[in-house]
């Protein structure tokens, strides 16, 4: 059996470019977070008007 480190997985320099090909770049605002951002808003806004007819 030989003495020399073999990792089947690949080297590090490898694997770093295999997950930077992976990862597509995104371009524009992530549309989930200002949903999201305009969801909670809404609900703030509804609480605020129910508080002040009461």
């Known amino acids: 059996m030989s003495q020399n480190a073999n990792d089947p997985a690949g080297t590090t320099h ?6 930077q090909q992976s990862q597509p770049e995104k371009s524009g605002p992530p549309v989930g977070m200002i949903v ?15 508080l002040t007819m009461l």
């Open 14 to 19: 490898q694997f770093q470019r295999f997950a």
């Open 36 to 50: 999201g951002i305009v969801a909670v808003l809404a609900v703030v806004v509804i609480a605020a008007l129910a």
